[in-house]
């Protein structure tokens, strides 16, 4: 049985649901994060957001279970869709692999995305030309556990690792905004200038990553007047994409990111949209609480690697 040290970890729960016809008890299981354990309850969330509360009276077993993993697909699909959904603007294939350049603009838009078999053994050398080809620094991106493998030798080989992304995802929807926020086809002029001094500059091929998308908002909060807040966000068949969440500093704390990722929610749930991922580094703690309080949760991780020869 569980206790309160449970709280927080992964858990299974067999309830019991109803009886059968004959009289025989049927049960039903709920996994997922332990939430709350109460004297007469317990407060269970699935992966897909759901919460279940269960009367202990109809717990008939209940343990914790091993941390949720994704699957090899799974990675491989949300990487995918993360890519369509911030599209450089020059990019080539090399086997399963994409380069990707646009001007030194994110890292996301400017690595070459090593998921799946490059179809070469001097995959690494043609990433060097390619990127040396347009004056940018190599890059590879490796989501992880599924590209261990290439991450263990580009660390042998002297490449350098930056800092580790947390990729999150969560169901939709994500409940409904308290502030108000607009959502525009395309980003205005102040949207534009808190983005840029969010990133140091927007290059021209910025204005492709960001545009490019068939299905792309514009979130913008503003607080009687000025904007305050901004956010994007793009639709790829089941999955929202969220990006470029910025809150002026006198506006923070009080509800603006929140407000601006409900918004873009609600809109892609209103077109089909069912999941949700966003990108973050790991070790932002603020911002991963940010995101976990409104059901997001860690899908998986990648390092960027950065050719030490320049």
Do not use: C
Request: cysteine-free; hydrophobic content about 45%; overall charge neutral.
């Amino acid at each position: 049985m569980l206790d309160l040290r449970d709280i927080g970890h992964r858990v299974v729960v067999r309830r019991f649901v109803r009886e059968a016809k004959d009289g025989r008890p049927l049960f039903t299981d709920v996994i997922g994060e332990l939430l709350e354990f109460g004297p007469d309850e317990l407060l269970v969330r699935s992966r897909d957001g759901a919460l279940h509360r269960i009367r202990r009276d109809d717990v008939a077993a209940a343990k914790r279970v091993p941390p949720w993993r994704p699957s090899p697909r799974g990675i491989r699909e949300v990487e995918r869709v993360a890519a369509e959904g911030w599209p450089a603007p020059d990019t080539a294939p090399l086997g399963d692999w994409l380069l990707r350049a646009a001007e030194g603009f994110s890292n996301r838009a400017n690595s070459a995305l090593a998921v799946g078999d490059p179809g070469r053994s001097d995959a690494v050398d043609v990433v060097r030309a390619w990127y040396r080809d347009r004056g940018l620094v190599p890059r590879v991106t490796t989501p992880l556990p599924l590209s261990a493998g290439i991450a263990d030798a580009l660390a042998g080989g002297g490449w350098t690792a930056q800092p580790t992304t947390l990729v999150m995802t969560a169901a939709l929807p994500l409940g409904e905004p308290d502030l108000p926020v607009q959502l525009d086809t395309a980003p205005g002029d102040a949207w534009l200038a808190l983005a840029a001094a969010r990133k140091n500059g927007l290059p021209a091929a910025a204005h492709h990553v960001l545009s490019a998308p068939p299905e792309v908002r514009f979130a913008a909060g503003y607080a009687e007047g000025p904007l305050v807040a901004i956010g994007r966000g793009v639709r790829t068949g089941r999955w929202l994409g969220v990006s470029l969440v910025e809150v002026v500093p006198e506006a923070r704390r009080q509800g603006w990111a929140q407000a601006v990722v409900r918004t873009l929610a609600r809109w892609a749930a209103d077109g089909g949209a069912t999941q949700s991922y966003l990108q973050v580094e790991e070790s932002n703690a603020p911002a991963v609480a940010l995101y976990e309080g409104m059901g997001y949760r860690a899908h998986h991780t990648y390092v960027t690697w950065r050719d030490s020869a320049g």
